[in-house]
C-alpha cells in the first residue's frame, strides 16, 4: 500500500493564507469604495432636491456640480481622493441656496410689515429692499449674507423710528419710545 499524504504542505499552506489575506483586503476596500461613493450619491441627491425646491433664478452653476458628481460617480477611475473637496462644494451649494431662500423670504417679509406700518424711516427702508430685490434677481456670486445682514439692519433702523420723537421745542431726539402730554415729553425704554 502507498503512503498518501493528504495535509498539504507549508507552502500550499501559505499560499492559502496569503490568497484568503488578498481576498480579505479586496473586500475591506470593495466596502470603503461602497462607503465613500454611496456619500458622493447621497450628496448629489440632497443637492439636487435642494435646487428642485429652490426659486434661484440661475440653476446652472448648480447643475454644473451635479454633471462633476454624475461623473466621477460613473466613471473607471477611483476619485476617492477628490471626494472630500466634492463634498464641500456641494456644501457651499446648499449653503447658497439656503441663504437665497432667507434672503427672498426677508424681502417679502419686510415688505409686508413696512406697508402696515408707516414709521418715519419707511423710504430709507425701501431703497435697501429694492436693493436686495436687484442681487435676488442675480444672486450668483453675489454675498447673499452680507445682503441679508444690511437688510436685517435696515429693518432695525425702520423699526426702532418709530420710538424716535423729536422734541419740536428744542429739536432733541431722545431715542427713546415717548409720549407727548402738552408740552412734556415722558420717555420710557422697554
Known sequence: M???NLLPSDAEI???ERILSDLASAMEEWESIQIDYSRLKDAEKKLENAINAS??????CFQSLINEMNGMYTGEKDV???IDEVLDKVDEALAELDAYRVLVELITDFNTRMEQTQYPGQEDLKIVIEQAREVAKAPFGKDLTEVTKRLRQAWTAYYESQFRETDKTNGLSCGYQ?????KICFACRW
Open 2 to 4: 502507498k503512503d498518501v
Open 14 to 16: 501559505s499560499e492559502v
Open 55 to 60: 426659486d434661484y433664478p440661475d440653476k446652472s
Open 80 to 82: 476617492r481622493p477628490q
Open 178 to 182: 415717548s409720549r407727548r402730554v402738552g
